[in-house]
Each structure stands twice: as structure tokens, then as C-alpha cells.
């Protein structure tokens, strides 16, 4: 069956694409391009030029039409491997490359194949961004990057699962224990770092996040590969358990081998939740060298540096037994003139971040 095409521009990059106002929606195309992803697709580049050398080995292991791929090799100068499972898929990601007369290496494998065969050539970057859960793909991913700055870019979209929505589907998929939170998507962010380190700590790397958020349909996060067993063994300190009380909204991190409370001030019992990643999930100053006019990249480097785990102000409106929702400008006004620092959070419209203690949030909102 001939695929209906048309030709669009994303950044200085020409592709050839399925024709949505004939097929409806991406998922009902014969090769699935999504255009709304196109500021993730800007933001990856933005990341890639700042990481990698010209002429860098990178992978799109689930490329699709190429969208990914073509962009890597026409505006970043990469060395780009585009690997589909859908031969119709890989035809077109020819056809993109040779509308932009960039070299684009192409193969038709299973993922895990693809990365398998490519272990004694390792790549400096390779980009998952499949439908669902990454996991499968992590273990291969490892033993094909560099393990000397290799940058890792990975989505997920089973983003009820990671953020606790769905706990036993957790715990199978990813071996984490979560439940449902008033900061559901910076605990799904974490859970996803955290399969990505659990992964390299089996070849002894160690991860470094640059950025990581939530949009949408997804998560993603970008990490550099840090080799080294005494690296990982020092980084393992960053994976630990938070626990937080659903009565009152407390909540606090801990170290993996500490020794946890059960019981909230308040008398609640704690739900204790992880192993999860409790470290920075971006780095300000990485963020400082790739920003642009982005409201994603804004958020991002506003609360990078910032205590862990937002407010939501929904959730305290339930703890106060209040009809009305607190205004969230309001709260980041009184806490700063309080003297905290006090933020709005890329995770919710309703949500901060501060550097103010529970206690002092109670105090300063007046419950």
C-alpha cells in the first residue's frame, strides 16, 4: 500500500512524513511520526550538540521515519545509525536522508539485536524512545556505550506505572515499590533514572543526570556513562527510599541502608517507597549552556537546583480541609517573604518546590 507523504521542516531539517489530515492521528499511519514531539526532538539536538564531538557515533535504536535520526545527522554533523524493526520504516529513513544529502547508516533489526552485534564498536550516544517501558532495551544499551562519557537519552511512556498509579505493575516491571503521590511525576522521574542506574551499575558505570522532565505523554531524562567500580560504589549513595504520609503530606528521602521511621508525626503510618534515585534529576550548570527560548528548559533550570520532591497545592488545600485551593503565587510569595527559596515545578501547574521545612510550610500557610 503506497503511503501518503508530505513534506515538512522541523528546525533546518526537510522530511518526508505520513499525511495526518488523511490518516488522522499518528498511531493510525502506516509509520508513525508524532509532530507535537518536535520540542523534545529540538531539545535532544540542543543536548547532543553540547555533549558530543562532530562526527560522534550515535544510535536511534527505534527510529521510526528517521525524524530523530535525520535531524542527529543533518544539523547536529553526527555519525547516525537509524535502526527500525518495519522495513517500510527504513525506506523512508533513506529517503529523509537523501532529501537532506546527509549519509545516515540504516538497518532493519530486532533493538536488542542491533545493539548486541554493535558491543565492540561502541557508540557515544544512543537514544530509546520507544512505546512503553525502556527496560528491555537497557541491558543491550550498556554493552554498546562508551563508557567514557557516553550519553544516554531515554523515554518512557508507561508514565501511570513509573509514578506509581499502577504499584504492582511497578514493582514487576522495575522491582520498585511505589503508590500513588501528590508528587507522582518527580517520583516517576526518579523511578526511571533509577532502572537506568541499576542496569549500569552491573558493568560498573555510574550515571550522571543532565536533564530530565516530564511532558505530556512522557518522561525523559539524558545521562551521561561514568566508568569506574569505586565511581558506582560512591553513586549508590544516591539511590535510597522516601517515605511520605498520605494524611498530612510529609515527606522526606533516605539513604538505602538507612533505618526507616513507620510512623508520621501526625500518627499515620509511612508509606516507604523505592529504591529510587534521590540525587539531582538535572545539572543547573549543563542547563546554563544549552538553554534557549523553551518553557521546558526554563522549568527545568529554575528548580534544578532545589530540595527535592514538590508540593502540590491541591493536596495541601485536603490536609487543611480547605474548600478553597491555595493560591500557588500566594504561597511562593509568603514563603519568600519568609525568607525561603521557593520555586514553581515543571511537574504540575499546582505544584513548588522549596527549601522550607514541612513544619514551616504548615506554619507560613496558616492550615
Known sequence: MEIKLKEITEGSTRLLV??????????????????????????????????????????DILSGLGARAVRYANEGKFDVYANDI???AVKLIKR???LNKVKVHTSVKDANLFLLESRYDKFDCI?????????????????????KGGLLCVTATDIGVLSGNYPTACFRKYFIKADRTSFEHELGIRNLITIVFREASKYNF??????SYGNMHYYRTFLRVIGGRKRVNRDIKSIGYIIYCKKCEYRQT???????????????????MGPTWTANISDKSFLEKIRYEN???????VEADMPYLYYDTHALAKVGKKKDVPNLEKIIEKLT???????????????????????????????
Do not use: W
Request: aromatic share 10%; proline share 8%; hydrophobic share 35%.
Open 18 to 59: 505520513p499525511d495526518l489530515s488523511i490518516y488522522k492521528s499518528p498511531e493510525k499511519a502506516p509509520i508513525f511520526y508524532n509532530p507535537v514531539m518536535k520540542a523534545d526532538r529540538d531539545i535532544s539536538l540542543a543536548v547532543l550538540k553540547s555533549c558530543l564531538k562532530k562526527k560522534s557515533k550515535v544510535a
Open 86 to 88: 518495519q522495513p517500510s
Open 295 to 301: 518553557s521546558i528548559l526554563d522549568a527545568c533550570y
Open 337 to 367: 517573604d519568609a525568607g525561603y527559596k521557593a520555586v514553581k515545578t515543571q511537574f504540575s501547574p499546582h505544584g513548588f518546590k522549596t527549601n522550607a521545612s514541612f513544619k514551616d510550610i504548615v506554619k507560613t500557610i496558616r492550615f
Open 254 to 272: 533516605y539513604h538505602l541502608f538507612d533505618s526507616l521511621p513507620e510512623k508520621c508525626h501526625c500518627g499515620q503510618t509511612l508509606e516507604a
Open 206 to 211: 555510574s550515571l550522571e543526570p543532565l536533564l
Open 96 to 98: 529523509n536522508a537523501r
Open 127 to 147: 537514544d530509546i524512545d520507544p512505546f512503553g517501558s525502556p527496560g528491555i532495551f537497557l541491558n543491550s544499551a550498556m554493552r554498546a556505550i562508551s563508557p
